[in-house]
C-alpha cells in the first residue's frame, strides 16, 4: 500500500539552501519577517519564546524541535519582553558564523540550530497547505540528531554534499511530521492519516490514482456510509475526497510532465484519464495553461 505522506514530500523535491547557529543572551527578541520557504531549529541548550503569526506561542527548550513549512512572519526572544529588533532573513541568509542576539560579550542562554530549504515542485503552494503551519516536538532525539548532521553537512564541502543534504532534509521531515501528535494537527494530510477510518481511503487513492473512484467506493474501503465518510473526510483533510484525489492527480501529472519521459497519453493514463483529449481538458481547466504548453515551459 501506497504511503501518503512519504508521496507528498517526495513530489514536494526539498532540498537544503542554508543553516547556522543562533545565540541569544540576556534579554533579547527578533522580529524575523515572513520568508515563504520552510524552516527548521533544533534548542541545543537554553530555552527561548517562538511567536508564529497566528499560531500561539510556544516556549522552547533544550531538545525541541520546530518546523514552518511556509514559514510565516515569527518573534523569538528571551530573557525578560523587550522590543523586537527587526530581522531580514532574506539579507543574513549569506553571512557566515553564529548570529548573535541579545548582550554583546555575554554567554548564551540559548543557543540553537536554524535553518531553512527550498521546494524545488512548483506545487508547494498546493501540497504545504495539506501539512501543519507549525511543528512543535519535544524530545526527539532522532530529530536533533538529524538537525545536527544537517548543519555539519551544510557546513563543508565534501564530495555528494547536496545529495546528502536532500536525503537528510527528506528524512528530517517524515520524521517531524510522523512524530507530531495527531490531535495537534489541523485538518490535512496529517489528520487524515491519523484518523482510521479516513487513513485506508488516503492510502488507496495514492496506491491506484489511475483507478476511477468514486465517493461510494473510497466509503467502503473506510467502513463508512457515502454521506458519514464525505462529511469525515471534510472535516479531517480540509477539503471533499474527490478534490484532494483531482488536485494529487495534477501534481503528478504535472511531475510526469516536467521529467518529459512519457508522451502525453502516457502520462493521462497514469493519472486516471481514458484519453490524452479528457485529460488536456482537466489539466488546463486546473493548471491554466493545456499540458504541452506547460511541459514546455518548465
Not at 514559514?71 to 523569538?76: E, K, V, Y
Not at 530549504?117 to 503551519?133: G, N, Q, R, T
Not at 540528531?145 to 548543519?151: A, E, H
Amino acid at each position: 500500500m501506497s504511503d501518503p505522506l512519504a508521496d507528498v514530500i517526495a513530489l514536494l523535491q526539498p532540498r537544503t539552501v542554508f543553516a547556522k547557529r543562533i545565540g541569544g543572551a540576556g534579554d533579547w527578541a527578533v522580529r524575523y519577517s515572513a520568508f515563504g520557504q520552510p524552516s527548521f531549529c533544533a534548542v541545543l541548550e537554553g530555552r527561548c519564546r517562538l511567536d508564529v503569526d497566528g499560531e500561539s506561542t510556544a516556549l522552547l527548550e533544550a531538545g525541541d524541535f520546530v518546523l514552518l513549512p511556509a514559514t510565516p512572519g515569527f518573534t523569538l526572544a528571551g530573557g525578560a519582553p523587550v522590543q523586537a529588533r527587526q530581522f531580514d532573513p532574506n539579507r543574513e541568509a549569506g553571512q557566515t558564523g553564529e548570529v548573535r542576539h541579545g548582550t554583546r560579550g555575554r554567554r548564551p542562554d540559548a543557543r540553537l540550530l536554524g535553518g531553512y530549504f527550498m521546494f524545488d515542485s512548483p506545487d508547494a503552494s498546493l501540497l504545504v497547505p495539506l501539512l501543519p503551519a507549525l511543528v512543535h516536538i519535544r524530545g526527539v532525539e532522532r530529530l536533533s540528531t538529524l538537525v545536527r548532521l544537517v548543519g555539519e553537512e551544510s557546513g563543508e564541502r565534501r564530495p555528494g554534499r547536496e545529495l546528502v543534504l536532500t536525503r537528510l532534509v527528506e528524512v528530517l521531515l517524515i520524521e517531524a511530521l510522523r512524530a507530531t501528535p495527531s490531535e495537534d494537527a489541523p485538518p490535512g494530510l496529517l489528520r487524515g492519516l491519523a484518523d482510521g477510518r479516513i487513513a485506508p481511503a488516503l492510502r488507496h487513492m495514492h496506491a491506484q490514482i489511475a483507478r476511477g473512484w468514486t465517493v461510494e467506493q473510497l466509503a467502503k474501503k473506510a467502513a463508512l456510509s457515502r454521506s458519514s465518510f464525505f462529511d469525515r473526510f471534510v472535516r479531517t483533510v480540509g477539503l471533499p475526497p474527490m478534490e484532494y484525489l483531482l488536485s494529487w492527480r495534477m501534481a503528478v501529472a504535472k511531475d510526469l510532465l516536467r521529467r518529459r519521459e512519457l508522451g502525453l497519453a502516457e502520462v493521462a493514463e497514469r493519472v486516471g484519464y481514458a484519453s490524452a483529449s479528457t485529460f488536456s481538458t482537466a489539466f488546463s481547466r486546473h493548471v491554466g495553461q493545456a499540458p504541452g504548453r506547460y511541459a514546455r515551459a518548465v
